[in-house]
């Protein structure tokens, strides 16, 4: 499974907030440091799997605590059409 | 208990009206009746000052609006100033002025996403109620460049008794476009809309129905299209916290450079609104003496003042205060606790006979 930001939906630096912000449709979602990781990896070509074994490894965090967290994590995004999700 | 002490947020989204021309005629328009002329309007370069102002401020999205935004001819600049700001540049159309060509330019300026707006699914409806002839196979034509430009694509229908029935079909229109998201607002009766209240109220039949389909279509389309839906106003029991509350999340800057609170908040008496053009927007947003006005919970009368809903709705929609009660600082009247909710039972009531849609008066400059 591939996540991919759909046209309309972006990261972005909010410097007055000092936050890192998911810019989409009539829509702003405040990131935290955690989210931010997640998405600054979602480049359209890496699977989520590479993506886990990627996270686990900068938060010093075992695969099977982060793999649900970020299964979970995009899989409500894609509910909201925030993320898609390619086989 | 009130407290006047908060520190004021910083905005998050600006609404753009770069114009008031619109080739529509929409009975219910959100400009206000006295719409503003084309020498009026700020240029491409002062909307670019007033894009990086706002961005330094706090906001990060920006909402093009209008009118018709592809009346003026400068949309694509204006766009890229936009987006050289720091701001997410997000279009707010008809449709009507767009082509394969400009849209190729709106995007390659970086125009994040587009709103289209339609009046209806049927085209004989929508055209009536736009006042514009083929209108509607031109916002057809409209979505498919934009989908072809691989633009995200929202679909905006605004609904009233003449079209509410055309609800299961607003939704297959819009995943037949491509549209990743719909906006279902009922008509706020503000603007023209509240000139032709009695013409475009919804019945309470039609509501219930709307509000059951749209439940439906949530979990049937669920993860295809995301569904905003605003019910009438006048069949709820609590009001909205209009604007996310006054003077706390956005800002609306009009064609000349006047800055609002909200788009309707013209209509109040005796309110003092500066002009972009003269005070920075930052002074206007943290010590404006419109934004100040109803911030918060300290403006608040009774019952709103001891309520546990306060910082819910905020009292609600002033400027619906206003054109029920005659009263902008009176609480929202949709609100079953306070004495005005009695007004609004009576102008429903009163509008059970309502007239058809022939009787309606369109948006026209200098009407």
């Not at chain 2, 909710?341 to 509008?351: F, S, T």
């Amino acid at each position: 499974m591939i996540p991919v930001l759909p046209p309309g939906v972006r990261l972005h630096w909010d410097a007055v907030r000092g936050s890192h912000v998911l810019l989409a449709p009539e829509r702003v979602l405040m990131l935290d440091e955690v989210g931010h990781a997640i998405l600054s990896r979602v480049d359209g070509a890496t699977p989520v799997d590479v993506l886990v074994s990627g996270l686990a490894a900068d938060f010093a965090a075992p695969v099977e605590e982060v793999g649900p967290d970020v299964t979970e994590f995009l899989t409500g995004l894609a509910l909201e059409r925030l993320v898609d999700l390619h086989a | 208990m009130p407290d006047g002490s908060r520190p004021v947020p910083p905005p998050i989204a600006m609404l753009a009206e770069l114009t008031h021309r619109c080739p529509l005629s929409c009975p219910y328009c959100s400009n206000p009746v006295d719409l503003a002329r084309r020498e009026a309007e700020l240029t491409a370069g002062q909307w670019a000052d007033v894009f990086g102002q706002a961005a330094a401020l706090g906001v990060l999205q920006v909402h093009l609006s209008g009118g018709e935004p592809a009346s003026r001819r400068d949309l694509e600049e204006i766009v890229a100033a936009a987006r050289e700001a720091g701001l997410y540049a997000n279009l707010i159309t008809s449709g009507v002025g767009l082509t394969p060509e400009r849209i190729a330019a709106l995007v390659a300026a970086g125009m994040d996403h587009v709103q289209l707006s339609v009046q209806g699914t049927r085209a004989e409806t929508a055209d009536r109620v736009g006042g514009y002839r083929g209108g509607f196979a031109r916002k057809m034509a409209v979505a498919e460049a934009i989908a072809a430009a691989g633009v995200a694509l929202t679909l905006n229908a605004v609904m009233h008794r003449h079209n509410l029935d055309e609800l299961p079909e607003i939704f297959d229109l819009a995943e037949r476009l491509g549209a990743r998201r719909v906006e279902v607002a009922c008509v706020q009766f503000q603007g023209w809309a509240l000139e032709n209240r009695a013409v475009l109220q919804p019945t309470r039949d039609q509501v219930e129905k709307a509000k059951r389909l749209v439940a439906e279509a949530r979990a049937a389309r669920q993860g295809r299209l995301v569904i905003d839906f605003v019910p009438p106003d006048y069949y709820a029991d609590l009001p909205k916290a209009c604007m996310g509350g006054w003077g706390s999340t956005g800002l609306n800057v009009a064609p000349d450079g006047t800055v609002l609170p909200c788009h309707a908040a013209q209509t109040i008496p005796g309110m003092v609104f500066a002009n972009v053009r003269e005070v920075p927007l930052a002074e206007i947003w943290y010590r404006g003496p419109a934004f100040a006005a109803f911030r918060g919970t300290d403006w608040m009368p009774e019952p709103c003042r001891s309520c546990d809903r306060r910082e819910v709705d905020f009292g609600g929609c002033r400027c619906q205060a206003l054109a029920v009660l005659g009263d902008a600082s009176a609480p929202d009247p949709v609100c079953r606790r306070t004495p005005g909710r009695a007004r609004l039972d009576q102008l429903l009531a009163n509008e059970g006979n309502a007239p058809g849609l022939e009787a309606a008066r369109w948006r026209r400059i200098g009407g």
